[in-house]
């Protein structure tokens, strides 16, 4: 063989390992990043899903304050490896009328002496975890929050049921307080929960003056940024007539 035949073969196998290492190298990161895009689209439809599963469970639950006579609901969650953590803390909301605190206002009497403390109504906590991301049924309201670098961001999925007529200056307050064992549940499987009634507080005032309803949240709350965007207009709110519903629950397995 002469020299240029070898120097030749040389290259031939330089040139072969090269494009194998090229072509392996690109292999393996395409299956990198693919794997990660997968994990990634897998993590975000598993919330898709969950906030489809808590805005069913949130319809079927408030059932509770919206009629009288129904005292139990049931729902599930299918976790597929988050889990469930409930408590008796969680989102608290001052509720005032004509200056005086709802428990104690002369409009009500001690209708909501069992559920209001010097006007605070806490709501109580009921969520779906997965990793940094939570979907949580607050008050009757579905709340979608994360832990991001700045704490955490959360923003309303479906509204609280607050609602005011500018019309007639009716208002309509309407909550869910959850009084529940603090615990965490983690699962793969669908687990069933049974919402129960303790107790139901509702009453009508007809108010003379106007500007005299506010409602606004009290302390730190997990979902600071979806709840101040959701109470933005109801400080100082002009109602001749306020109907107000809380039915205090517990939520078990």
Do not use: C
């Given at each position: 063989?002469?020299?240029?035949?070898?120097?030749?073969?040389?290259?031939?196998?330089?040139?072969?390992?090269?494009?194998?290492?090229?072509?392996?190298?690109?292999?393996?990161?395409?299956?990198?990043?693919?794997?990660?895009?997968?994990?990634?689209?897998?993590?975000?439809?598993?919330?898709?899903?969950?906030?489809?599963?808590?805005?069913?469970?949130?319809?079927?639950?408030?059932?509770?304050?919206?009629?009288?006579?129904?005292?139990?609901?049931?729902?599930?969650?299918?976790?597929?490896?988050?889990?469930?953590?409930?408590?008796?803390?969680?989102?608290?909301?001052?509720?005032?009328?004509?200056?005086?605190?709802?428990?104690?206002?002369?409009?009500?009497?001690?209708?909501?002496?069992?559920?209001?403390?010097?006007?605070?109504?806490?709501?109580?906590?009921?969520?779906?975890?997965?990793?940094?991301?939570?979907?949580?049924?607050?008050?009757?309201?579905?709340?979608?929050?994360?832990?991001?670098?700045?704490?955490?961001?959360?923003?309303m999925l479906e509204g609280p049921?607050?609602?005011?007529?500018?019309?007639?200056?009716?208002?309509?307050?309407?909550?869910?307080?959850?009084?529940?064992?603090?615990?965490?549940?983690?699962?793969?499987?669908?687990?069933?929960?049974?919402?129960?009634?303790?107790?139901?507080?509702?009453?009508?005032?007809?108010?003379?003056?106007?500007?005299?309803?506010?409602?606004?949240?009290?302390?730190?709350?997990?979902?600071?940024?979806?709840?101040?965007?959701?109470?933005?207009?109801?400080?100082?709110?002009?109602?001749?007539?306020?109907?107000?519903?809380?039915?205090?629950?517990?939520?078990?397995?």
């Amino acid at each position: 063989m002469s020299g240029a035949d070898a120097d030749r073969g040389v290259s031939e196998v330089i040139a072969f390992v090269l494009v194998f290492g090229i072509i392996f190298g690109s292999v393996a990161l395409i299956s990198v990043t693919g794997l990660q895009a997968m994990e990634s689209y897998q993590e975000n439809e598993q919330l898709q899903n969950a906030e489809r599963a808590m805005g069913a469970l949130a319809d079927n639950f408030n059932d509770v304050m919206r009629y009288d006579g129904i005292e139990e609901r049931y729902g599930e969650l299918a976790l597929q490896g988050g889990g469930v953590g409930t408590g008796s803390d969680g989102t608290q909301l001052n509720i005032t009328v004509d200056g005086e605190p709802l428990d104690s206002s002369s409009y009500f009497g001690n209708e909501f002496d069992g559920v209001a403390n010097d006007g605070v109504v806490t709501l109580g906590e009921f969520r779906y975890e997965h990793g940094s991301d939570e979907i949580a049924y607050d008050g009757g309201a579905v709340v979608r929050a994360s832990e991001g670098s700045d704490g955490t961001n959360s923003a309303m999925l479906e509204g609280p049921h607050l609602k005011y007529n500018n019309e007639t200056k009716t208002a309509v307050i309407s909550l869910v307080s959850i009084d529940a064992d603090d615990r965490s549940i983690q699962s793969d499987e669908n687990l069933g929960f049974t919402m129960n009634v303790d107790e139901r507080s509702s009453a009508v005032a007809d108010i003379d003056d106007g500007h005299n309803l506010t409602v606004e949240l009290e302390g730190e709350s997990r979902y600071k940024d979806a709840w101040e965007d959701e109470l933005e207009d109801w400080e100082d709110v002009d109602a001749e007539r306020v109907i107000i519903t809380i039915a205090e629950v517990e939520i078990d397995r």
